[in-house]
């Protein structure tokens, strides 16, 4: 489980609760919602407990990218956002100050969920027919399946604007969403076209045409900027391959 809270106090109240809960081991927090997108690629908990209003990306924005992750229990201050949060499919919606016995229920509940879930997953994984390969085998994949709650999605590689990794794990960025799949980048590597997909780095890939500033700094140091306003930096053996994938002099 993972605790999602830029308040000290509150993150400490729920951090205390939980401990002596039976069957919850409490895996780490995170103050902001970019840290627990890491956090949660690198630690892959089974139920995330969310706060909404925080620095940076909101824990809405955060449950929504969530497309293959753990489930959610949203711990907030404020009431307003509770049928947003239950559009999300988000298993539970506490308000502050959080009472013990109401965050037991909702643990309670997401296990049932999850039990669920698995349960499910396992019977349509053994209906599932083997596909025999097809011709996108034999060389680059053009989609990759990504395990979501309530099955697999498939996103095509022309959408993915940037990967970056997190352990055993990738986030595959879109245009729009943000994907966990449990994959490594050397895997990816021999799976995705580098003419699409450009490794920069030893932990990200950037599609060139994604690209739209390139930052120098002597002949070692190169940082892509992205038109999604992000930041890659080049790892300094991938410099050559980099600028001339970019066609840079």
């Known amino acids: 489980m993972l605790v999602v809270d830029d308040e000290p106090l509150a993150a400490d109240w729920l951090a205390r609760c939980l401990k002596d809960m039976p069957g919850v081991e409490l895996v780490g927090s995170a103050a902001d919602g970019d840290e627990a997108m890491e956090k949660i690629a690198a630690e892959r908990p089974d139920l995330v407990l969310l706060d909404i209003q925080m620095p940076g990306r909101s824990g809405l924005s955060v449950a929504r990218a969530l497309e293959n992750g753990p489930e959610v229990v949203f711990v907030t201050a404020f009431a307003e956002h509770a049928p947003e949060a239950f559009e999300i499919e988000a298993v539970d919606y506490l308000l502050k100050p959080v009472q013990v016995d109401r965050l037991a229920e909702a643990v309670r509940r997401a296990r049932r969920r999850r039990e669920m ?133």
Do not use: C, N
């Not at 349509?124 to 034999?138: D, F, I, K, L, M």
């Open 117 to 249: 879930r698995e349960a499910y997953e396992r019977v349509e994984a053994a209906a599932r027919p083997q596909e025999a390969p097809g011709p996108e085998t034999a060389g680059y994949d053009e989609e990759l399946w990504i395990r979501r709650r309530d099955g697999y999605v498939r996103v095509r590689v022309d959408q993915i604007r940037r990967i970056e990794a997190a352990r055993d794990y990738a986030l595959i960025h879109t245009a729009t969403k943000t994907y966990i799949l449990r994959a490594t980048m050397s895997e990816l590597a021999e799976r995705l076209d580098p003419a699409k997909l450009l490794r920069v780095h030893r932990s990200a890939f950037v599609r060139p045409d994604a690209v739209a500033r390139v930052e120098r700094s002597g002949r070692s140091a190169m940082r892509l900027h992205t038109e999604d306003g992000a930041a890659v930096e080049v790892g300094v053996s991938y410099v050559k391959r980099v600028s001339e994938a970019l066609g840079l002099d």
